[in-house]
């Protein structure tokens, strides 16, 4: 299967302090996305990437779609308690006989911000 | 609009039982999918389907079946359960490239 390496595996931050987390692959994806996980409920999708290069915003956070198609990374800004959760980037790829796009996931950043 | 729902939230089953989990959502997607969720190994594919009829595998589907009679529903079944098979199992329904995804089934098997 694809793998997606995800760094860091957790991190433990001051309330206001920046944060960063980057995923790379072996393989080239057409699209990344980043997603949100709070304990109990599905991720949420923060972010989503379509173009080599592409770097987008959505308030507080940023992300980019690297070069190679074989990385993206994802900033926080002036992180407040309710960023407290589990970061996953995933990777979308045609599989399959029916040529669906579909998601591969990194193994997560785990955030913790301290008040 | 409930979104994508599923059903039970918590179940625990015994070696070689089998077992049906329900997720139905209600955006008119053509795409759906479900995953499972282990410690530390992210969220990997097991079966999705792009409409009614169509199902195709994913990155882990052994010992899974599904199926789409409807554009609603897309169950996943479990015929013989292993303890190998204990995790979170998460539905999602996707438009435009949007996963949106269910509250998630935590299952144990004994």
């Known amino acids: 299967g694809q793998q997606l390496n995800q760094s860091p595996q957790s991190m433990f931050i001051q309330e206001g302090e920046d944060v960063s987390m980057n995923c790379t692959s072996s393989?080239?994806?057409?699209?990344w996305l980043w997603y949100k996980q709070d304990p109990g409920e599905g991720p949420v999708l923060l972010i989503a990437?379509?173009?080599?290069?592409e770097l987008t915003s959505n308030g507080r956070l940023t992300a980019q779609f690297g070069i190679t198609r074989k990385d993206s990374f994802l900033n926080i800004s002036a992180s407040i308690p309710s960023d407290v959760g589990i970061y996953f980037c995933?990777?979308?790829?045609?599989?399959?006989?029916?040529?669906?796009?579909?998601?591969?996931f990194g193994t997560g950043t785990r955030l913790t911000v301290i008040p | 609009n409930a979104g994508v729902t599923q059903t039970p939230k918590f179940q625990v089953l015994k070696t070689g039982q089998s077992m049906t989990l329900q997720c139905a959502q209600d955006?008119?997607?053509?795409?759906m999918s479900w995953y499972r969720q282990d410690p530390g190994m992210g969220l990997r594919l097991i079966h999705y389907?792009?409409?009614?009829?169509?199902?195709d595998q994913g990155e882990v589907p052994n010992g899974y079946n599904v199926s789409r009679s409807t554009t609603e529903d897309f169950p996943l079944r479990l015929l013989s359960a292993a303890p190998s098979q204990t995790s979170v199992y998460f539905c999602?329904?996707?438009?435009?490239?949007?996963?949106?995804f269910g509250p998630g089934t935590r299952l144990t098997v004994l």
């Open positions: 999602a329904s996707t438009r435009n490239n949007e996963q949106f």
């Open positions: 389907s792009v409409g009614a009829g169509i199902t």
């Open positions: 955006m008119n997607h053509e795409y």
């Open positions: 995933a990777g979308q790829l045609r599989l399959g006989e029916t040529g669906a796009n579909n998601l591969f």
């Open positions: 393989s080239i994806f057409n699209t």
């Open positions: 990437l379509y173009k080599a290069g």
